[in-house]
């Protein structure tokens, strides 16, 4: 049994990232308490308080894990996790190294089910929580030379459904955040400052930037979308409608 008087923290995984580092903030902003994690433990420098942990955290093992929520026990329940931690490695599919292809699925997916797991007995428990998956665009449309990322974020928002129908009775509100072209890592690693691209690609006549998903990270975790359950949301800018 948790111990009430504790705070109640929010888990952010991929928290060194573009996406993920704006996320922190932006719920270090609205009063959460925060643990950041990430494969090397994230800094936050300018963000100090004792409302943040860091902690470094390999998502694709359950070791790790497990081992994290029991430190955790000692700071206070998860009442909310943000999957944020992924990777991508483009490249034609007749010629896709399975090594690469297995590593993509382990972060993405795997590394996005396992922490789910972890969280969701004392969630249950409390019979209450929240969890934000972080998938993408290209898991809604695909995407040419995508094939292994767009089939991880795909199956992250399959995921993400089939656990909102499973729990939604039981007080968890699951849902899902599906960035399109946003300034950050890994989308900047591939196409960058692509005007030519987003001429023919984006509606909006720009790229997103990592306060267009915290946002909507941070609406899911409020009251306000307690009737949100199993959607995907999807900040793009038109690319996929």
């Known amino acids: 049994m948790s111990d009430t008087s504790m705070p109640s923290w929010v888990m952010v995984t991929g928290a060194a990232g573009g996406i993920g580092r704006e996320i922190v903030r932006e719920l270090l902003d609205a009063g959460h308490h925060v643990l950041a994690t990430d494969r090397e433990q994230p800094e936050f420098g300018d963000h100090g308080e004792a409302r943040l942990r860091t902690c470094a955290l390999d998502v694709t093992s359950e070791a790790d894990i497990n081992e994290l929520m029991i430190e955790q026990e000692s700071?206070?329940?998860?009442?909310?996790?943000?999957?944020?931690?992924g990777i991508q490695k483009t490249g034609a599919s007749e010629s896709y190294d399975i090594n690469d292809w297995q590593r993509v699925i382990s972060v993405n997916l795997t590394g996005t089910w396992l922490p789910i797991r972890a969280v969701l007995p004392s969630m249950l428990e409390r019979g209450a929580g929240?969890?934000?998956?972080?998938?993408?665009?290209?898991?809604i449309a695909g995407a040419a030379n995508y094939a292994a990322y767009a089939a991880s974020k795909g199956g992250v928002i399959a995921l993400t459904k089939s656990l909102a129908r499973e729990y939604a009775r039981r007080g968890l509100v699951i849902n899902s955040v599906a960035p399109g072209p946003i300034e950050a890592g890994i989308f900047l690693g591939n196409l960058g400052h692509n005007p030519e691209w987003l001429e023919h690609h984006v509606p909006a006549g720009r790229f997103?930037?990592?306060?267009?998903?915290?946002?909507?990270?941070?609406?899911?975790?409020?009251?306000?979308?307690?009737?949100?359950?199993?959607?995907?949301?999807?900040?793009?800018?038109g690319v996929v409608i």
Do not use: K, M
């Open 75 to 85: 700071a206070g329940s998860i009442s909310a996790l943000v999957t944020a931690a």
């Open 130 to 139: 929240r969890i934000i998956t972080i998938s993408s665009e290209i898991g």
């Open 208 to 237: 997103g930037a990592p306060r267009d998903v915290s946002s909507v990270v941070r609406f899911l975790l409020s009251g306000d979308a307690d009737y949100f359950v199993g959607q995907v949301l999807s900040p793009n800018g």
